[in-house]
């Protein structure tokens, strides 16, 4: 921890340092200033009443439905405790805790145990030091800062305790499209198997089907912050978990910020939010939804404008429109803000955004979807999850944007460079700060990238390779043999290979990738394993899961390769023996 501190402080990069400044307050003085911002972040909590215990219908439990805490179990969470995580000022760290987690563990599973049966949070661990980040570089208003909360590392012990047992509660009840808090699943599963659905549909397209994906992604205002509690614990309830772990938290106002708790009562709340849209057609991550429409265009109705009758400001050249009534996503849209309003919590018309996905030259269209009495703003490219996905589903955007960063990040290798000659450190300097940049959300967007840009991204290693060799540079391949890394491009396959595996193992990601079936007794030379999608343009064969599928067919032949060339060697193997022997 103490060597990428050093690192970054040399760097100039130390955080801890770091001064905001927000230009709509900056004449005010500190004091002032530091008073608009916390009041700002307070101002939610007023929104809602405090907890409500008359409102909550408790099923009831007895004494062996609560569960006791062992403080062997303690002892083990505290040996896990993570000692490079930021511990907030007035806090005992926790490698205190950790080295002394035989002699903690007893008296803590005592406390662990008293609020559990209880049913009370101690006031404590009710309160929260808030640090402001910034959301963008040059803050232009108090919103551009987004609130991080810290919390004791006792309250951290108790929420890794008690919330293993709501998460395992709330399973048999979760959205099966929230990708958010499921083992196996992350950020790059959502991405992926939301384009793999809107590339096979768009694919047909060459059959004379016409088909086009309108995606809405949705935005709520101040997700986390805006939940009332009451309406937190009665979801809880009704989504499976047991009454006697749900500690009763009487705040003000508002989700408990920067815990374990606030994260599962968003999921539980906001479980149902999108129930009106067919489970293949939404995916979640927390907080961001995507709602997909999939357009028949020779059915749906497509018409063109009366310019004659009012000049459009959103409508291209091509001049056609789909009207909003034709639209299964006005529904969609319309439906969930009135759970919105019923969960007293709030959509962000402004953020939420729509993209259309059509490659039926002849059949372009606009459309005007209504949130709030304010038209959804078409665009051409969307930023989601921190990937840029454009309407044509290339990624020239996305890999500039990449290449961008990294080489903003380059600085620190090139200041490191005259400090240290080093080559074990930079390496690490670069596979840090650098390299991790080029490969954010490899998985989506590797398989479809153009020769451009797979070069693009190399050359930001070649340029590494240049600082970390100085002179001992001579070539790009030569370079990589001497520091011992691989191609950008190789390393993305590895990693496509991995991922394709763990896929496997998963429960609902493993419909991705079917066994092939044989249709015919014929005996073939190399069978596939795997079925392959069956591909009408190359922009659906090039992308993630038919490349996966080919991975790991590829993969499966090697192996067998492998096993026919050991089981002929021991076989010659076995008869030189044998005529020895006589």
Not at 238 to 250: D, M
Not at 274 to 289: A, E, G, H, T, W
Not at 401 to 421: D, E, G
Request: with cysteine; proline share 4%; glycine share 2%.
């Amino acid at each position: 921890r103490s060597w990428y501190e050093n690192v970054k402080k040399l760097m100039g990069n130390d955080s801890h340092e770091e001064v905001i400044e927000v230009e709509s307050i900056k004449e005010l003085s500190e004091t002032e200033q530091v008073e608009k911002i916390a009041d700002k972040f307070a101002e939610v909590s007023n929104l809602y009443e405090p907890l409500r215990r008359d409102k909550i219908d408790f099923p009831s439990f007895s004494k062996d439905d609560v569960p006791v805490i062992s403080s062997k179990k303690v002892f083990e969470v505290l040996k896990e405790l993570n000692v490079s995580k930021s511990t907030r000022k007035t806090d005992i760290p926790a490698r205190f805790f950790k080295h002394f987690a035989d002699k903690i563990c007893e008296p803590l599973s005592m406390i662990i145990n008293a609020c559990i049966q209880q049913g009370i949070w101690p006031d404590a661990f009710k309160v929260e030091i808030v640090t402001p980040v910034k959301k963008v570089p040059d803050p232009k208003d108090i919103d551009d800062l987004r609130n991080i909360s810290g919390l004791l590392n006792l309250n951290k012990v108790m929420e890794k305790i008690v919330c293993k047992f709501m998460i395992e509660d709330l399973k048999a009840t979760m959205d099966p499209s929230q990708f958010a808090n499921a083992k196996g699943l992350s950020t790059q599963h959502y991405l992926i198997k939301m384009l793999d659905r809107i590339l096979s549909a768009t694919d047909n397209s060459t059959k004379g089907e016409c088909v086009a994906v309108l995606a809405t992604l949705v935005d709520w205002k101040k997700a986390f912050p805006m939940q009332c509690p009451t309406l937190g614990v009665q979801s809880f309830i009704k989504n499976g978990v047991r009454a006697s772990l749900i500690p009763l938290r009487y705040l003000p106002g508002s989700g408990p910020q920067g815990s374990t708790f606030g994260v599962l009562e968003y999921l539980s709340q906001s479980n149902d939010n999108s129930d009106n849209v067919p489970v293949d057609d939404r995916y979640k991550f927390m907080d961001d939804l995507t709602l997909l429409e999939f357009i028949q265009l020779m059915e749906v109705g497509l018409a063109s404008y009366n310019i004659k009758a009012q000049v459009p400001s959103n409508i291209p050249q091509h001049n056609q429109i789909i009207r909003s009534e034709h639209l299964k996503t006005t529904n969609y849209v319309k439906e969930i803000n009135q759970w919105t309003e019923k969960n007293l919590m709030k959509l962000n018309e402004k953020k939420t955004k729509q993209i259309i996905f059509n490659f039926n030259k002849g059949k372009q269209f606009a459309t005007k979807v209504e949130l709030k009495g304010e038209p959804l703003e078409v665009v051409d490219e969307v930023k989601l999850l921190g990937v840029i996905i454009t309407k044509d589903l290339k990624w020239e955007k996305n890999t500039k944007y990449l290449v961008k960063k990294a080489n903003k990040k380059m600085r620190m290798l090139h200041i490191a460079s005259k400090f240290t000659r080093n080559r074990e450190h930079l390496k690490q300097i670069y596979k840090t700060f650098i390299r991790c940049n080029l490969e954010f959300s490899s998985n989506v967007w590797h398989s479809s990238l153009t020769q451009e840009n797979r070069e693009d991204l190399e050359r930001v290693q070649k340029a590494a390779l240049k600082v970390i060799l100085k002179n001992d540079y001579t070539n790009y391949k030569d370079s990589l043999k001497l520091t011992n890394l691989e191609s950008l491009d190789e390393r993305r396959k590895t990693m496509g290979l991995r991922f394709a595996k763990t896929c496997l193992n998963n429960q609902n990601f493993s419909k991705l990738f079917p066994l092939n079936s044989q249709r015919h007794v014929m005996k073939v030379r190399n069978p596939l394993k795997y079925q392959i999608n069956k591909a009408n343009t190359e922009r659906y064969k090039c992308s993630s899961i038919p490349y996966m599928q080919r991975l790991l067919n590829d993969e499966n032949r090697k192996r067998k390769r492998e096993v026919n060339y050991l089981t002929e060697e021991l076989n010659r193997s076995k008869k030189r023996n044998k005529g020895s022997f006589y």
